[in-house]
């Protein structure tokens, strides 16, 4: 018999607007400092400069107000835990709209303006809401957990990108990407025998084997939330992580580099 699909687990809706909002004010607070010269920089996002990146994160975000505005679909068809697995099928209409939204607003100010003002105000629709997501139907509260894995990587994104930059990351958001992410590990993986431990904010179970019960597992992943998150999206190889003591791992069924990255 197939293992049981397993459940996302519940997020508070209330913690995760106030995450979003907060996240965003930092991502529009620190860019609004940026110079002409670092938002020509690159990114490790191949051949997106800062500038795109910038204006792809008011993309991400404003997302909600422009799903909010389609017909309501009759039901989801996404949960939470299937999200990350269907992004890829986007990434190149995603690139494209990128680079045509960067080109379009020159004045990032004013865009981050308009973006925050729609987006606040889409903050008020009720979570049961579902959205007409080109990834698929979600309901709004599902999706907003969503948004702060596009918040929180590419603010990490930003970050890697200007030397000196330090954009703060909102906790909620951050504990609410990285449990995302590690329980998408786990339905990717379904198991009992590897405990992937990303403190202080998630421990999953996954890997099919011997169960654990009792006592320290025989087989312990471990790294901080970041190097999850960058694990996770493919801005780290798993080679490289264990590499450069990024992450430790134990036991024989402790190798993760087949999994990931989750999200691409």
């Given at each position: 018999m197939p293992p049981a699909k397993k459940r996302a687990r519940a997020y508070d809706s209330v913690k995760i607007r106030a995450a979003l909002k907060n996240q965003f004010g930092h991502v529009r607070?620190?860019?609004?400092?940026?110079?002409?010269e670092q938002?020509?920089?690159?990114?490790?996002?191949?051949?997106?400069?800062?500038?795109?990146?910038?204006?792809?994160?008011?993309?991400?975000?404003?997302?909600?107000?422009?799903?909010l505005a389609r017909d309501e679909p009759p039901a989801p068809e996404l949960t939470l835990l299937d999200w990350p697995f269907a992004t890829a099928a986007r990434a190149g209409?995603?690139?494209?709209?990128?680079?045509?939204?960067?080109?379009?607003?020159?004045?990032?100010?004013a865009l981050y303006?308009?973006?925050?003002?729609?987006?606040?105000?889409?903050?008020?629709?009720?979570?049961?809401?579902?959205?007409?997501?080109?990834?698929?139907?979600?309901?709004?509260?599902?999706?907003?957990?969503t948004r702060t894995v596009e918040l929180v990587?590419?603010?990490?994104?930003?970050?890697?990108a200007v030397p000196?930059?330090?954009?703060?990351?909102?906790?909620?958001?951050?504990?609410?990407?990285?449990?995302?992410?590690?329980?998408?590990?786990?339905?990717r993986a379904p198991g009992g025998s590897t405990e992937v431990r990303v403190p202080p904010f998630a421990v999953v179970q996954c890997v099919e084997g011997?169960?654990?019960t009792r006592g320290t597992p025989p087989n312990v992943v471990e790294t901080d939330p970041l190097t999850w998150i960058r694990l996770a999206t493919?801005?780290?190889?798993?080679?490289?992580?264990?590499?450069?003591?990024?992450?430790?791992?134990?036991g024989e069924r402790a190798d993760l580099g087949g999994l990931l990255p989750l999200m691409k």
């Open positions: 607070e620190a860019v609004g400092t940026l110079t002409p938002l020509a920089l690159g990114t490790r996002l191949g051949d997106w400069t800062v500038r795109d990146l910038a204006a792809h994160i008011t993309m991400a975000v404003e997302t909600v107000s422009r799903n209409d995603i690139a494209d709209g990128t680079r045509d939204l960067a080109a379009a607003h020159p004045d990032l100010d303006a308009r973006t925050e003002e729609r987006f606040r105000a889409a903050l008020t629709a009720p979570g049961s809401r579902v959205l007409a997501a080109r990834t698929g139907a979600m309901t709004l509260s599902d999706y907003l957990v990587v590419h603010t990490d994104d930003l970050n890697a000196g930059l330090d954009v703060p990351y909102d906790r909620q958001a951050l504990a609410a990407c990285t449990r995302l992410l590690a329980d998408a590990l786990a339905s011997p169960k654990h493919g801005r780290l190889t798993w080679e490289e992580a264990l590499h450069t003591a990024k992450v430790s791992a134990s």
